[in-house]
């Protein structure tokens, strides 16, 4: 199996060769970044491929803006993101 690849129930994917960045907040569009985040165990020992299914899941959180850290609503999506938190 190629490195790089990431496997899941029937679905395959090639991670990109470079990392891609978050974008920066843009206080001047005040857009949110709505982002679901999911978690898998992973054991940095195992060689070859790393299957993402049921037996590793951990956890689905979102969705919600990366900056504002707020879950999403509709109200929400409607106002303008006041970026990172205090």
Same mark, same amino acid.
Not at 13 to 16: G, I, L, S, V
Not at 43 to 68: A, H, S
């Given at each position: 199996m190629p490195m790089g690849h990431v496997y899941s129930t029937g679905h395959s994917?090639? /991670? +990109?060769q470079e990392e891609k960045e978050f974008p920066p907040y843009d206080k001047r569009s005040g857009e949110h970044f709505w982002?679901?985040?999911? /978690? !898998?165990?992973? @054991? +940095? %020992?195992?060689? %070859?491929?790393?299957?993402?299914?049921?037996?590793?899941?951990? @956890?689905? @959180?979102? +969705? %919600? =803006? !990366? !900056? =504002?850290?707020m879950p999403y609503s509709k109200l929400l999506a409607s106002k303008r993101c006041k970026g990172e938190p205090k």
């Open positions: 994917w090639k /991670a +990109p982002v679901i985040l999911v /978690a !898998y165990k992973w @054991n +940095p %020992g195992t060689e %070859g491929e790393t299957i993402l299914d049921k037996d590793n899941f951990m @956890n689905v @959180n979102g +969705p %919600g =803006c !990366y !900056y =504002c850290e």
